[in-house]
């Protein structure tokens, strides 16, 4: 689908369900898009690689947007596969364990085979494209756009500039370097004098393949002040969810975009979870130090913040998310306007918690299997509409109206009713998510 001129996934009524949580969940699911490198669905959309993650409702929405529903449905384990023609991922298909399972790349090839097996039977029966394959993918594989940047003059210049050390460069070094500082978006809004500070101290760095930038255990204050701008190549955040499991490329960044240690804070939300930014190819970037004066400007003029940070205090009213993050009160504002946020779901979020509280107390002293279960379904709607108020608008679907389970007593409809106009359930054994954007007659999704 393109909602918005975006291409992304979207979640297909194919599934195989063999327990009511999981029905509910692919239920749920129905609600959200997957924009790429977005949960579990777009990044291997995206990287066309397979992903196993031993337990996905311990992970922070970051790496999995649907965490607190799968922990609700009692879904554990998880692993995604692609789903080719010619190279191409049209579809990702999911399975899910009702237990934790530890990677196990046996079983992921089993798994894949098994799987291919069923879709050249199926295809031979019904005369389809015996093309399509579920593939492994190569984690190797980069591809990165020829940079414009990195091979201008300006550039050049610029990086001639950059190899004097700060306090040896004279005027035409400072000239050449806050020019080439003028096409980068980084600069975009701040102050003529604010530049020039962050050009004295500008210093570029060549990064090696594999190289690591930063790890997620550094705990100097200073690497926070420290930012990096991508001038030719790529930069990859990565994240390992479990001591045991693999390293998977959570986001990327490339020409002209910005990264720094505080972007690995919204994935290691426990111990268990480490992050680390490494360089994907031979890249080429400029290290900017933010002095202490610049701090708050920086975040609001600067470098947005991406809606995943500003959604890590919406538990908290808008005036103290503002003192924590250093920033007035317009300026908040003027961020949650950018990213579509026409309120502060604070209240809102306060309530559905209280919901969620008081359905998880009838669950556990819930008296036969029968109550339990509708008490859970009741629980993930109350998720759902959770979700629908915290995550980014981008990612909601809402052309379409997904129904809620009708087993819902009268005060916890008439809460949800007066939040959200559609909300759905729920998911299960195995789901597809598929790519409608410019699909053959032949694929089905």
């Not at 317009?330 to 579509?340: M, Q, V």
């Not at 106009?421 to 699909?439: A, E, F, K, Q």
Request: net charge neutral; charged share 20%.
């Amino acid at each position: 689908l393109r909602p918005s001129g975006n291409a992304c996934l979207v979640q297909s009524g194919a599934s195989y369900c063999s327990c009511t949580g999981a029905a509910d969940f692919h239920r749920a699911s129905l609600n959200f898009y997957f924009p790429p490198n977005v949960s579990v669905a777009g990044r291997v959309w995206k990287s066309g690689c397979t992903e196993w993650h031993e337990d996905v409702s311990v992970l922070p929405t970051t790496a999995f947007l649907r965490s607190e529903l799968a922990a609700q449905t009692e879904l554990k384990a998880a692993f995604a596969v692609p789903l080719c023609k010619d190279s191409r991922v049209l579809a990702v298909c999911i399975f899910y364990s009702r237990y934790p399972l530890p990677a196990n790349p046996q079983m992921e090839n089993t798994c894949i085979a098994i799987a291919n097996e069923v879709l050249i039977t199926t295809f031979a029966r019904s005369h389809m494209d015996t093309s399509l394959r579920f593939v492994p993918g190569d984690p190797a594989a980069v591809e990165v756009a020829p940079s414009k940047t990195g091979a201008s003059k300006a550039w050049q210049r610029c990086q001639a500039a950059l190899e004097v050390a700060p306090d040896d460069r004279n005027d035409e070094h400072m000239e050449q370097i806050t020019k080439f500082s003028k096409g980068i978006h980084f600069f975009k809004y701040i102050t003529t004098a604010q530049r020039l500070d962050l050009c004295k101290s500008m210093q570029q760095r060549h990064l090696k393949k594999s190289q690591v930038v930063m790890h997620g255990t550094d705990s100097n204050e200073a690497i926070e002040n420290i930012w990096y701008v991508v001038i030719q190549g790529r930069v990859d955040m990565c994240v390992k969810t479990h001591a045991e499991g693999s390293t998977y490329r959570m986001c990327s960044f490339k020409e002209g975009d910005t990264f720094a240690a505080s972007y690995m804070k919204m994935f290691q939300t426990s111990p268990n979870i480490v992050a680390h930014i490494e360089a994907a190819t031979d890249t080429n970037c400029i290290v900017i130090t933010i002095p202490e004066q610049y701090k708050a400007e920086f975040k609001t003029n600067t470098r947005p913040l991406w809606y995943e940070e500003l959604a890590q205090f919406f538990h908290i009213s808008i005036n103290e998310a503002a003192t924590e993050l250093g920033m007035c009160m317009s300026a908040i504002k003027k961020i949650c306007r950018r990213h579509g946020i026409s309120r502060w779901p604070h209240r809102k979020l306060a309530s559905v918690n209280k919901t969620v509280a008081m359905l998880q107390s009838k669950i556990n002293t819930a008296e036969d299997d029968a109550s339990r279960s509708a008490l859970r379904s009741e629980a993930v709607n109350v998720l759902t509409m959770k979700l629908r108020l915290t995550i980014n608008p981008s990612y909601l679907v809402r052309d379409e109206s997904v129904l809620l389970q009708p087993t819902m007593n009268a005060g916890t409809s008439q809460m949800m009713q007066s939040s959200v106009s559609g909300v759905p359930g729920g998911m299960g054994g195995g789901d597809m998510h598929g790519d409608n954007s410019g699909l053959s007659s032949g694929s089905s999704n």
